[in-house]
């Protein structure tokens, strides 16, 4: 009977937990939608922001009336869905995050709820900012970068004006212009400013391992070129093949790992002198292993000894 009760009082704490998780889970996911719904709301207001920086470069190189097109019929509003789920998981991440919260919190000591606290106000921060770097820096010179090419027809047209080609020539060319897809432009904004706003995460993936005790600066310091190559792997799966995008997020990346190996130098810093006031420091290294006098020598006891 006993063991029986023993079983019953341990999984009434599992039921618990797995009914605060679903509520707390329930909580999000309705977050997630309405905040889709919203996004779905101002679609329009919202994609015309995303394609700024393509109408920008199309009436840099002598677009005035800038036109995207789609050509079947749903694929527009599924591209307003694809808006949505994105921007619906930005504006819900505040309630996301503070279900995650409430459901970690009280598992958790006074001390290891100041620490985690902050990064958790940070991510947001750091994603917002990795965006906004990669909409207003990073997508404008990718767009440069391909839409550039679109401009060789208007060179030709002009040394045809001034006489220096012929018109026959001229008149045996093709016409190349750029009936650019809403889904299609859209998806390289889209998969940039995720690309940026995941990576301006990479401090606070480190620093929480390092606080965990998962990685040390000196170990981050010994890999700086496997990280290297791991750098430029991802900003070659997840930038357009050109290559100023793709040394920006380098750059850019590798700059966060460097900030990294500081937070997690601080953290391990911060550690050794919380430890040191409480006389903890290099305990384990100062005790030698001495040898117990009571230990058996190999001689056994005097009264085991025969006569």
Known sequence: MSAESDIEDSSAPLIEHLAELRTRVIRAAMAFIVGMIICFTFGGAILDFLLVPIENTMRSLGNPNPVMQYTAPQEYFFTLIRIS?????FVAFPVIGYQLWRFVAPGLYKNEKNAFLPFL????????????????????????????????????????ASGELTQATRETGIDIVFNGKVNESLDITLKMIVAFGLCFQLPVLLTLMGKAGLATADGLRNTRKYAVVGILVVAALVTPPDVTTQLILFVVVYGLYEISIFLVARVEKDREIKLREQGLWGDEDDLDAEPDADADDGEGHPEDRGP
Do not use: R
């Not at 789920?85 to 998981?89: I, K, S, T």
């Not at 679109?150 to 045809?160: G, N, T």
């Open 85 to 89: 789920m994105v921007g619906g998981l």
């Open 121 to 160: 106000v940070a991510s947001p921060l750091l994603f917002t900012l990795g965006a906004a770097f990669a909409h207003y820096i990073v997508v404008p010179l990718a767009m440069q970068f391909f839409l550039g090419f679109a401009d060789l027809p208007s060179f030709f047209a002009a040394m045809v």
